[in-house]
Structures are given as C-alpha cells and as structure tokens.
C-alpha cells in the first residue's frame, strides 16, 4: 500500500530527532518507545505486510501456468501430430486411387486382349472347319475318282479274263 499514515515504522512524528538533528539516537533497550515501535511494526507487517501472501499466490499462478503451458504444448505437439497424420493419410489415399485407377487401366488392357485373342481364335478355328471341309471334299472326290478308276480298271480286266 501507500506509505502513508501510522503504519509506516520509524517515519511518524515519534521517531523524528529533535531539533532537526538527523542523527539517530538507538532509544534505550526497556524504553516504552521500544516496545511500541515493536508493536507498531507487527501491526504494520500483520496488516498492511502482504509479501508472503503474495509471493505465495505468485508461486502457485507460476506453478498453474507453467502447467497450463505445458499442457498447451502437449495439445500443440498433439494438434501437429494428428495434422501430420491426416496428411499422411490423405497422401495414402491418393495413392490407393491411382494404384486402383492404374489397375483398372491393365485389367481393360487384359480384357481387350483377352477379348483379341478369344476373336482370333474363333477365326481360326472357323478357318480350319473350313479347310477340314475342303480337305473331307477333295478326299470324298478324290474315293470317287479312285472308285471310278477301279471300277473302270475292274471292267478292262473284266474283258482281258472273258477270254
């Protein structure tokens, strides 16, 4: 508080020297002045004294803040944390789509090929039934002819035996 009034030890009218001599004089060790500067100064340290009240309300403000900056440091930590985490996982998930857009792209690739080759062997396959046809009908002439030739041969020996 202010320095003014009673409370003030050593600096009221009492322990002005007198005769404006500014020298102090120590009052005498059982002088009553004594006792009442004592009791002037406990009054004063009781009532308007408040340093270890104060520094005991400093302490624990420090100690409360320097828990509460320590726990918003932790969020701080924990914030950047779950933000890096979120990155890594949106990164990832662009990742899976490409790998997924890049797996679609070889399986239409494997499709259309697989789709080719099914095309290709369908002609193929058409264009030996045709050539078995054609091969079966030169065979079945080609009997026909043999036939007709052995029978024509049967026949000419048929004439040379009637002899």
Request: net charge negative; aromatic share 8%.
């Amino acid at each position: 508080m202010s320095g003014a009034g009673p409370a003030s030890p050593g600096r009221g009218p009492a322990a002005a020297p007198p005769h404006g001599d500014r020298s102090r004089e120590a009052p005498a060790a059982g002088s009553p002045i004594q006792a009442i500067i004592k009791d002037v100064g406990e009054i004063y340290s009781r009532l308007l004294d408040h340093r270890p009240v104060i520094q005991g309300e400093i302490r624990y403000f420090v100690k409360e803040f320097e828990a509460s900056f320590y726990d918003l440091e932790q969020q701080t930590d924990l914030l950047q944390f779950v933000v890096s985490v979120q990155a890594a996982n949106d990164m990832i998930h662009k990742l899976q789509e490409k790998e997924c857009e890049v797996r679609k792209l070889q399986a239409d690739k494997v499709m259309a090929r697989e789709e080719k080759c099914i095309a290709h062997w369908e002609e193929f396959m058409k264009e030996q039934q045709n050539k078995r046809a054609e091969v079966d009908e030169e065979h079945r002439k080609a009997m026909e002819r043999l036939k007709e030739q052995y029978s024509e041969m049967e026949k000419e020996l048929a004439k040379y035996v009637s002899f």
